[in-house]
T-cell receptor
Framework: DAGVIQSPRHEVTEMGQEVTLRCKPI?????LFWYRQTMMRGLELLIY????????DSGMPEDRFSAKMPNASFSTLKIQPSEPRDSAVYFC????????????FGEGSRLTVL | AQSVSQHNHHVILSEAASLELGCNYS??????LFWYVQYPGQHLQLLLK??????LVKGIKGFEAEFIKSKFSFNLRKPSVQWSDTAEYFC???????????FGTGTRLQVFP
């Protein structure tokens, strides 16, 4: 399997622009997670899905952030409008739920908002 | 709510030194415990995990961790570090009845030759 695939790997945008990050989980995994990593806060769980349904979105910072999982093989994290404080590395991870919750991470999307 | 504390934010060692990174969690129920490693510029990879059984868990690259239930701890150890162990290390926990994995803030390890 190719692992968790994220795109884009790097994104530089200007404040106010819409940003869409994409994730393809490992085939057969039924849980998908979005994390944000910053120097100040470390790894924060933003939202996670189980069987395409959002289970916990308590980590989503504010209404500017939204996430969708229209099918088992695709998820998006959207920021609209973006702000400089959104600059971070966004990781997507998936799990099968069979290994006690072991997560498999993608390479991350590094977002810079100017 | 679950939380994970990693007390060492930055550790600097010489090669061949022994390593111990602290991890404490707060949750009253049964948990699964993990250590992940993030090499510079890369994504997180699993080092080792504990679900049940022997509280001393061995992982990849000579790492091990010991679960001490009474102390709510899951410290990571390696008897002799190498320069290639330079990375950031994350402890994580989830409750047995949930997929939600909570990470500590990470410990940055630098190993000098």
């Amino acid at each position: 399997d190719a692992g968790v695939i994220q795109s884009p790997r790097h994104e530089v945008t200007e404040m106010g622009q819409e940003v869409t990050l994409r994730c393809k989980p490992i085939s057969g995994h039924n849980s998908l997670f979005w994390y944000r990593q910053t120097m100040m806060r470390g790894l924060e769980l933003l939202i996670y899905f189980n069987n395409n349904v959002p289970i916990d979105d308590s980590g989503m910072p504010e209404d500017r952030f939204s996430a969708k999982m229209p099918n088992a093989s695709f998820s998006t994290l959207k920021i609209q409008p973006s702000e400089p404080r959104d600059s971070a590395v966004y990781f997507c991870a998936s799990s099968s739920g069979l290994d006690g919750g072991e997560l498999f991470f993608g390479e991350g999307s590094r977002l810079t908002v100017l | 709510a679950q939380s994970v504390s990693q007390h060492n934010h930055h550790v600097i060692l010489s090669e061949a030194a022994s390593l111990e990174l602290g991890c404490n969690y707060s949750y009253g129920g049964t948990v699964n415990l993990f250590w992940y490693v993030q090499y510079p510029g890369q994504h997180l990879q699993l080092l080792l995990k504990y679900f049940s059984g022997d509280p001393l868990v061995k992982g990849i690259k000579g790492f091990e961790a010991e679960f001490i239930k009474s102390k709510f701890s899951f410290n990571l150890r390696k008897p002799s570090v190498q320069w290639s162990d330079t990375a950031e290390y994350f402890c994580a926990v989830n409750a047995r009845n949930t997929d939600k994995l909570i990470f500590g803030t990470g410990t940055r390890l630098q190993v000098f030759p």
